[in-house]
């Protein structure tokens, strides 16, 4: 299929893109690299031989964007383009809403335009608050306590609405819980602006002396050792996740988690991460991290259920790709 791959240079769009360009699909990105460097896709070409179309356009922008469209033959869009800093979303909402919002209808509005059937969005296990663990597919959402995690919601409801609206497409609302770790090249991973907001990357910032130690952010919430609970998974399962989806989505709406299904807490992850690379971390207990929920972990069976998917890489493989990204390859610059 030629899939368009909105935010395909970031974290989670470039090893899609790979695992796409492997599956023998062949891919577009658009990306205004707002978040990202044009180097990492040079990157995904190397990793795997093949060559992508790029454009970087501002997919909120409705001409730039038709323009894609009207030049490409697109059989399905995956939707990876939006802002994800949960604590700027609350200082900047206009910013985070029209963004996340504009970019979801802009494609949509594409996509009627020009017959393209298939879309996959990227949502966050963020829009299920705090609901009772593990998150099931056929909760009701909760409230979310900031922008982004609104953002999500509504463009889940927005595509909702327009597939009942237009019933011969293929919609999937895949519901991510933490992903971690990098390709085992080394080559592409998390790159992330200024100080990390989120753990994986903060670990591996202290590991390399970047940052002088962890902060745990409480140790007081009722849960195995005290410490937050994630379900972290390895970016590149998540990306398989998007190969699968589009091979067998049928007609309609339809929403899947894609986590392990496992919760881990934020002390296994460092005892994890220092057995896997074989060093020590230093880390100190702080406050709760204000908007944190306890537990966070998927119900991961719809998926494997539905599409035989299930994540197949460990915590040791996260700790140690993402370990390796970090400690020696070299970032991509702008
Ligand atoms: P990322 O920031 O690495 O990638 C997003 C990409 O989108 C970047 O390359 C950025 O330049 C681009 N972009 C943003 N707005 C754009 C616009 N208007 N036009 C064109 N390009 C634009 O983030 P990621 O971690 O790869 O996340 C990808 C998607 O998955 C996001 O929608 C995010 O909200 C969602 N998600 C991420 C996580 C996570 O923890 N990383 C969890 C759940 C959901
Ligand atoms: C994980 C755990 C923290 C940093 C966020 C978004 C969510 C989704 C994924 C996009 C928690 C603890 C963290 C640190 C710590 N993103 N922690 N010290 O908050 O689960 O999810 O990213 O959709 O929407 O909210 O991820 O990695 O920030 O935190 O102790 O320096 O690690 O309290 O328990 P989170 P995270």
Redesign the pocket.
């Known amino acids: 299929m030629n899939i368009l791959v909105t935010g395909g240079a970031g974290y989670i769009g470039s090893h899609t893109c790979v695992a796409l360009l492997e599956a023998g699909h062949t891919v577009m990105v658009a990306d205004n690299l707002c978040n990202s460097q044009a180097e990492t896709l040079e990157r995904v070409k190397q990793i795997t031989g093949r060559e992508i179309t790029f454009y970087q356009i501002d997919v909120t922008d409705e001409a730039a964007t038709n323009t894609v469209f009207a030049s490409q033959s697109i059989d399905g869009v995956i939707h990876f383009a939006g802002l994800?800093a949960?604590g700027e979303s609350v200082a900047k909402p206009l910013v985070y809403y029209y963004n996340n919002l504009v970019s979801t209808m802009v494609l949509a509005k594409a996509c009627q335009k020009y017959g393209v059937k298939r879309f996959v969005f990227?949502?966050?296990?963020?829009v299920y608050g705090e609901n009772q663990v593990p998150f099931v597919e056929s909760m009701p959402l909760l409230p979310s306590t900031?922008p982004?995690?609104e953002s999500?919601a509504i463009s889940e409801r927005m595509l909702t609405d327009i597939a009942k609206a237009n019933p011969d497409w293929s919609v999937a609302l895949l519901r991510?819980?933490?992903?971690?770790g990098a390709h085992a090249s080394g080559l592409i991973g998390e790159v992330p602006t200024g100080i990390?907001?989120?753990?994986?990357p903060?670990?591996t910032q202290v590991a390399k002396g970047k940052l002088d130690k962890?902060?745990?952010?409480?140790n007081d919430?009722p849960t195995v050792d005290g410490?937050?609970?994630?379900d972290y998974i390895h970016v590149l399962d998540l990306a398989e996740g998007h190969v699968t989806a589009l091979d067998k989505l049928t007609k309609g709406v339809h929403v899947y988690n894609l986590g392990t299904g496992h919760g881990i807490?934020?002390l296994q992850?460092v005892k994890a991460f220092e057995e896997a690379n074989d060093l020590h971390l230093p880390y100190e207990i702080?406050a709760?991290?204000p908007?944190?929920?306890a537990e966070?972990y998927a119900d991961a069976s719809k998926a494997k259920r539905d599409w035989g998917w299930t994540a197949k890489r460990d915590l040791v493989d996260m700790c140690r790709d993402a370990w390796r990204f970090e400690s020696v390859s070299k970032e991509p610059s702008p």
């Open positions: 994800k949960v990227s949502s966050s296990a963020t900031n982004y995690g999500k991510y819980f933490n992903p971690v990390p907001n989120n753990i994986m903060y670990i962890l902060r745990v952010f409480g919430y410490t937050g609970v994630r807490s934020v992850l702080t709760r991290r908007g944190d929920i966070c």
